[in-house]
């Protein structure tokens, strides 16, 4: 079990190139920090955020009145 976790880690590592973010474990503190702003960068991405915008954009067509 130990192995093969191994194994897929060391995979993981050589492929680097192919994740979008990499967390080095060097210093738990910043890997930690870092961590939290990736969830907080993936929370606000635009395709998880789109249907809060329509209807903000939406708005900018209408009269307003002003």
Do not use: W
Not at 15 to 37: C, F, G, I, M, P
């Amino acid at each position: 079990m130990i192995r093969r976790r191994l194994d897929v880690a060391a995979r993981e590592i050589r492929d680097y190139n192919r994740y979008d973010y990499v967390l080095v474990n060097e210093d738990l503190d910043l890997a930690s920090e870092s961590l939290k702003a990736i969830i907080r960068a993936e929370r606000v991405r635009r395709i998880r955020v789109e249907e809060k915008i329509r209807p903000i954009l939406a708005t900018f067509g209408q009269e307003t009145g002003v």
